[in-house]
């Protein structure tokens, strides 16, 4: 019977994790974009929101050219 992986190797194969690299890259713009419109509003405007509007706004251009940068 085969062992259950350690913590380690999870995070070893999360670190190699293409999906988990672009998960942490779009994690990384939300929160600039949320740093930006709490600037704006005055206010912490909370992950959630900024998420939402990040997506709505933003992803799909942050995507292709982000595909753009990858294939070069």
Do not use: C, N
């Not at 070893?12 to 779009?26: I, K, M, V």
């Not at 509003?41 to 940068?69: P, T």
């Amino acid at each position: 019977m085969k062992e259950a992986p350690t913590p380690q190797e999870d995070a070893d194969l999360a670190a190699r994790s293409s999906l988990y690299a672009e998960f942490l890259a779009e994690r990384e713009e939300i929160l600039r974009h949320k740093w930006i419109e709490s600037e704006k509003a005055g206010k912490d405007i909370g992950f959630e929101r900024a998420m939402i509007d990040w997506k709505r706004h933003h992803r799909a251009r942050w995507r292709s050219q982000r595909r753009v940068g990858l294939a070069s």
